[in-house]
């Protein structure tokens, strides 16, 4: 079960103490949300965030471009020494295109996809991806409500992995109750942010240990 902290919701007083502290506890993969206020109406973490956190861990860091054209922006993102780009293929008119240009950058692929947008819409893109982000809220902002209508896409999406090799990743309002009831049919890892991970009284060597318990 790869644990991804989403990295917008640190507290940026001590962000490399953060890091540091994730690390140790057992996150997998660190989550950084990057956002245009055009693709979705708020601004994530900066570019400066990515340099920072990589310099902190050896462990994997994704971008989630929730941008518009994303296919502009892999060269200086995989520049970054990022690991994993998830693009929105709802914001690209030519996804593959973009998708293969993150592989020439020898960089893991992902398609990060909104609570309405189909498989349908997407389905041809699963041979293609290492990742798919699943959104369980409207992407853009933390402490937000779990859609739970997402369930079923989810559900769809695990029946469709046995013939690609990609991995299934919830985004959005992850609770521990989320992550006992998705865990159980499939889901391969989870982006955490206020609702399981911070902000919390627990320090986050305890949280991650219940998590993965
Ligand atoms: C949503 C972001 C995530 C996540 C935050 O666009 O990708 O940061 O929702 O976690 P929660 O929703 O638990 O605060
Ligand atoms: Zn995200």
């Given amino acids: 079960m790869l644990i991804c902290p989403s990295m917008m919701c640190a507290n940026f007083d001590s962000l490399q103490k953060e890091v540091r502290e994730l690390d140790i506890a057992g996150a997998d993969i660190f989550h950084i949300d990057i956002m245009d206020g055009h ?13 920072a956190i990589k310099k902190a861990t050896k462990k994997q860091v994704d971008v989630h471009l929730m941008i518009s054209n994303p296919g502009d922006y892999i060269e200086l993102f995989a520049g970054f020494g990022v690991d994993i780009i998830y ?14 240009k993150i592989k020439e950058k020898g960089k893991k692929a992902g398609i990060a996809i909104n609570p309405g947008t189909s498989i349908h819409q997407i389905e041809e893109l699963l041979l293609l991806v290492d990742y798919v982000l699943v959104m369980t809220v409207n992407p853009g902002f933390s402490g937000q409500k779990y859609l739970n ?8 999406l695990v029946n469709l992995k046995n013939e690609n090799s990609f991995e299934i990743i919830v985004d959005g309002a992850v609770s521990p109750a989320v992550m006992k009831k998705l865990s159980g049919i499939g889901v391969d890892g989870f982006v955490l942010g206020t ?6 009284k627990q320090k986050y060597t305890e949280l991650m240990k219940n998590f993965k318990s």
């Fill in 39 to 51: 693709f979705v109406p708020n601004f994530g973490m900066g570019l400066q965030d990515i340099e």
């Fill in 195 to 200: 609702s399981a991970l911070f902000g919390k």
């Fill in 149 to 156: 209508y997402v369930d079923e896409k989810i559900i769809k």
């Fill in 87 to 100: 693009i929105h293929p709802e914001s690209d008119n030519h996804p593959t295109r973009t998708l293969d």
